[in-house]
């Protein structure tokens, strides 16, 4: 009964996954409205949820690739509720409620969510606890647990109740060739322990010998879970052999490295690390570039809505990284909320065939989704206290975010006296290098000490993706 019971929530469960959208209002702003569809919600192992949410345009917006009018985009996104990341799957741009203008699938990394944002919104909902009281939630615990107690009871009973077979003594050896003693069957300890609730004690055996100094593991490499063929190599050190991969495939050669900006990892193997790294290798608006050769125009000026806020900063393995408060910038219409900025060295773009000695990129994103990032240059030359506090702070270990509380950063420091920019339409320069990134570099240069350099390069050497083609591009240089 209690199986059945099981089966038809699973059933009612799975019926829902297909039921229409049921939209709720969950946040109204001049201009746009934001929506949840609560039957889209998935929780997924951790602190993972996945949902679709969309926000209502008052005046409709053309879509820049179809041409086409919209006033609806609704974003399938999983969120981590941990660490309020975000990262966008699909995205559906809508002229009504039912007219479907284009859609797109989004192979993107995971992004801080920004307070304020439509992320924002929807994550604070999706991310609430489950509704069950803790009577509920005690009930239901009880009830698997009882539910594992018995099946694991079943299946002690049905392998006690199989026939003894002698154990086959194992051999084994070590990397030097001694073999050792055989493994016994492990059957008639099972049984007696499941017959005899308290077994008398066994006496200590007496510890093994420590191994010889010159014993050593023997060393295997193994660059994919495929089974390519193995050709044995001269002895490693320490009396292995190192096994090398014959005739398989680069993408299986590669499966389980990270990429890097050298070696196996490095950029020319981005492409093959992992199927959504495609356009690293096949992309038409790949960044950076060698910024050359623009038109002269008038520019609209950037509006930079940057605020004085605390930050976070992190080493995260290949470049350092900073989150900050509410900061945004305004462009052709639209607002794009600073989600991070890190650094680059030496810088990834050119300016008319000339790298400077590092970049910081600041990135943005829009509630449709779009990415602009702020390139400023940095060259040698003063002390930047908005650098030097940021290296104050730097942690000790990678991975390892820091939140100093006391410490404030203004990001408007940080921009030169002069905005003037060039403008190109890109991608991002890491792995997976999604294209549709708009792309702003500060033409005036900021200036940076060499000892902030230096401390930088301690780090990392060259953190910098090589230039990739234009290939026809149009960049706009403002005059």
Same mark, same amino acid.
């Given at each position: 009964?209690?199986?059945?019971?099981?089966?038809?929530?699973?059933?009612?469960?799975?019926?829902?996954?297909?039921?229409?959208?049921?939209?709720?209002?969950?946040?109204?702003?001049?201009? /746009?409205?934001?929506? !949840?569809?609560?039957?889209?919600?998935?929780?997924?192992?951790?602190?993972?949820?996945?949902?679709?949410?969309?926000?209502?345009?008052?005046?409709? !917006?053309?879509?820049?690739?179809?041409?086409?009018?919209?006033?609806?985009?609704?974003?399938?996104?999983?969120?981590?509720?941990?660490?309020?990341?975000? $990262?966008?799957?699909?995205?559906?741009?809508?002229?009504?409620?039912?007219?479907?203008?284009?859609?797109?699938?989004?192979?993107?990394?995971?992004?801080?969510?920004?307070?304020?944002?439509?992320?924002?919104?929807?994550?604070?909902?999706?991310?609430?606890?489950?509704?069950?009281?803790?009577?509920?939630?005690?009930?239901?615990? $009880?009830?698997?647990?009882?539910?594992?107690?018995?099946?694991?009871?079943?299946?002690?009973?049905?392998?006690?109740?199989?026939?003894?077979?002698?154990?086959?003594?194992?051999?084994?050896?070590?990397?030097?060739?001694?073999?050792?003693?055989?493994?016994?069957?492990?059957?008639?300890?099972?049984?007696?322990?499941?017959?005899?609730?308290?077994?008398?004690?066994?006496?200590?055996?007496?510890?093994?010998?420590?191994?010889?100094?010159?014993?050593?593991?023997?060393?295997?490499?193994?660059?994919?879970?495929?089974?390519?063929?193995?050709?044995?190599?001269?002895?490693?050190?320490?009396?292995?052999?190192?096994?090398?991969?014959?005739?398989?495939?680069?993408?299986?050669?590669?499966?389980?490295?990270?990429?890097?900006?050298?070696?196996?990892?490095?950029?020319?193997?981005?492409? /093959?690390?992992?199927?959504?790294?495609?356009?690293?290798?096949?992309?038409? *608006?790949?960044?950076?570039?060698?910024? /050359?050769?623009?038109?002269?125009?008038?520019?609209?000026?950037?509006?930079?809505?940057?605020?004085?806020?605390?930050?976070?900063?992190?080493?995260?393995?290949?470049?350092?990284?900073?989150?900050?408060?509410?900061?945004?910038?305004?462009?052709?219409?639209?607002?794009?909320?600073?989600?991070?900025?890190?650094?680059?060295?030496?810088?990834?773009?050119?300016? $008319?065939?000339?790298?400077?000695?590092?970049?910081?990129?600041?990135?943005?994103?829009?509630?449709?989704?779009?990415?602009?990032?702020?390139?400023? &240059?940095?060259?040698?030359? +003063?002390?930047?206290?908005?650098?030097?506090?940021?290296?104050?702070?730097?942690?000790?270990?990678?991975?390892?975010?820091?939140?100093?509380?006391?410490?404030?950063?203004?990001?408007?420091?940080?921009?030169?006296?002069?905005?003037?920019?060039?403008?190109?339409?890109?991608?991002?320069?890491?792995?997976?290098?999604?294209?549709?990134?708009?792309?702003?570099?500060?033409?005036?240069?900021?200036?940076?000490?060499?000892?902030?350099? $230096?401390?930088?390069?301690? &780090?990392?050497? +060259?953190?910098?993706?090589?230039?990739?083609?234009?290939?026809? *591009?149009?960049?706009?240089?403002?005059?």
């Amino acid at each position: 009964m209690r199986l059945l019971t099981i089966a038809a929530l699973l059933a009612s469960l799975s019926g829902s996954a297909s039921a229409a959208p049921t939209w709720q209002t969950i946040s109204s702003e001049p201009g /746009k409205r934001i929506e !949840l569809d609560r039957t889209s919600i998935k929780r997924e192992d951790g602190n993972k949820v996945q949902a679709q949410g969309r926000v209502i345009l008052e005046k409709e !917006l053309i879509d820049a690739k179809s041409g086409a009018g919209y006033r609806v985009i609704e974003a399938i996104t999983r969120y981590d509720c941990a660490s309020r990341n975000a $990262n966008t799957i699909k995205r559906i741009f809508k002229k009504n409620e039912s007219e479907i203008v284009r859609e797109e699938e989004i192979k993107g990394n995971d992004l801080p969510v920004r307070s304020g944002t439509l992320d924002d919104k929807v994550l604070r909902e999706v991310c609430r606890p489950p509704k069950d009281s803790p009577v509920e939630v005690a009930q239901k615990a $009880n009830e698997a647990a009882g539910q594992l107690k018995q099946a694991n009871e079943a299946m002690l009973k049905k392998e006690m109740a199989k026939p003894e077979k002698a154990a086959t003594p194992v051999k084994t050896a070590d990397a030097g060739g001694q073999e050792h003693g055989s493994i016994p069957s492990i059957r008639p300890n099972l049984k007696a322990a499941a017959e005899s609730p308290a077994p008398a004690p066994t006496p200590k055996a007496p510890s093994a010998p420590p191994p010889p100094a010159a014993y050593k593991p023997a060393t295997v490499v193994v660059h994919s879970t495929a089974a390519p063929i193995a050709k044995a190599k001269k002895p490693a050190k320490g009396g292995g052999y190192m096994l090398e991969l014959a005739h398989s495939e680069p993408a299986l050669q590669h499966a389980h490295i990270h990429w890097d900006y050298e070696g196996a990892g490095g950029p020319e193997n981005w492409s /093959k690390l992992d199927p959504k790294n495609t356009a690293c290798a096949i992309g038409q *608006r790949q960044s950076p570039i060698d910024i /050359k050769d623009g038109i002269k125009v008038d520019l609209e000026p950037i509006k930079f809505n940057y605020r004085p806020s605390t930050f976070r900063i992190v080493d995260n393995g290949h470049t350092v990284q900073v989150a900050v408060g509410d900061s945004s910038i305004s462009l052709t219409g639209k607002t794009y909320e600073l989600v991070q900025f890190h650094f680059h060295r030496p810088s990834e773009e050119k300016i $008319n065939g000339q790298r400077f000695d590092m970049v910081v990129h600041l990135v943005h994103k829009s509630d449709e989704g779009q990415l602009a990032v702020v390139a400023v &240059l940095l060259e040698r030359g +003063n002390e930047n206290p908005f650098i030097q506090t940021l290296w104050n702070n730097l942690p000790l270990e990678k991975n390892l975010e820091v939140s100093p509380p006391g410490p404030i950063i203004d990001p408007m420091t940080l921009l030169p006296a002069s905005r003037n920019y060039y403008t190109y339409m890109g991608s991002l320069t890491t792995p997976p290098c999604s294209e549709g990134v708009l792309w702003l570099v500060m033409k005036q240069p900021v200036q940076v000490s060499p000892d902030q350099i $230096n401390i930088f390069s301690r &780090l990392y050497k +060259n953190n910098a993706r090589p230039i990739q083609p234009v290939a026809g *591009r149009l960049i706009k240089e403002g005059r």
